[in-house]
């Protein structure tokens, strides 16, 4: 099937840093999803790419749909004790079952105080 | 973003019986409903694909006899682990998508058979 390759696996970081994380493919993906999963929980989006290009943000966080449909990055910056958690990019393929989701294996973040 | 509701959150059975995992979309029909299995500290793995008035849709390796799904109404999706042993202890999710833009996700169940 098809595969997100997200780095890094995961980061330590101090409060204050930015941080960024990026999400490649062999394949163009029609939808570029960002999410953030805390312990015990489910997956929370926290921003949705839909044109090549495109730059969204939202509050801290900026994400980026790459020109080719092919990689995403998102960046946090300033960030707080409460960004701790695991982010996974997720992708709905262009060209496959419209509806589901591939996912990258996720970045796990640590914010040290 | 649409409302995704799981139920329970956690569960703790013994070895031989069943369990039920309910999975309400709030906010709107949701024709498809998606179940995810994920172990510690890995990413999430597509186990179904809850399709409303038919039969599921297994991925490969996804007993179908094992992790029984019913999805009796346009809001509401069952997953049920039978026989359930120790092996079968994870967290399990479940998502919906209005279309191929988004996808939102439930609490998850953390499942655990002793």
């Known amino acids: 099937g098809q595969q997100l390759n997200q780095s890094p696996q995961s980061m330590f970081i101090q409060e204050g840093e930015d941080v960024s994380m990026n999400c490649t493919s062999s394949s163009i993906f029609n939808t570029w999803l960002w999410y953030k999963q805390e312990p015990g929980e489910g997956p929370v989006l926290l921003i949705a790419l839909y044109k090549a290009g495109e730059l969204t943000s939202n509050g801290r966080l900026t994400a980026q749909f790459g020109i080719t449909r092919k990689d995403s990055f998102l960046n946090i910056s300033a960030s707080i004790p409460s960004d701790v958690g695991i982010y996974f990019c997720a992708g709905f393929h262009s060209g496959g079952s419209n509806y589901k989701l591939t996912f990258g294996k996720g970045t796990l973040l640590t914010v040290n105080p | 973003g649409a409302v995704v509701s799981q139920h329970p959150s956690r569960v703790i059975c013994k070895s031989g019986t069943s369990v039920k995992i309910e999975c309400r979309s709030l906010d709107f029909q949701a024709t498809t409903m998606f179940w995810y299995r994920q172990f510690p500290k890995q990413s999430l793995m597509l186990m179904a694909t809850?399709?409303?008035?038919?039969?599921?849709?297994?991925e490969q390796g996804v007993e179908k006899d094992k992790f029984l799904i019913n999805h009796a109404s346009l809001t509401l999706s069952t997953l049920t682990v039978t026989s359930a042993h120790p092996e079968d202890s994870s967290f399990y999710i479940c998502?919906?998508?209005?279309?191929?833009?988004?996808?939102?996700f439930g609490q998850g169940t953390r499942l655990t058979v002793v």
């Open positions: 998502s919906t998508t209005q279309s191929a833009t988004e996808a939102f």
């Open positions: 809850s399709n409303e008035g038919s039969k599921a849709t297994y």
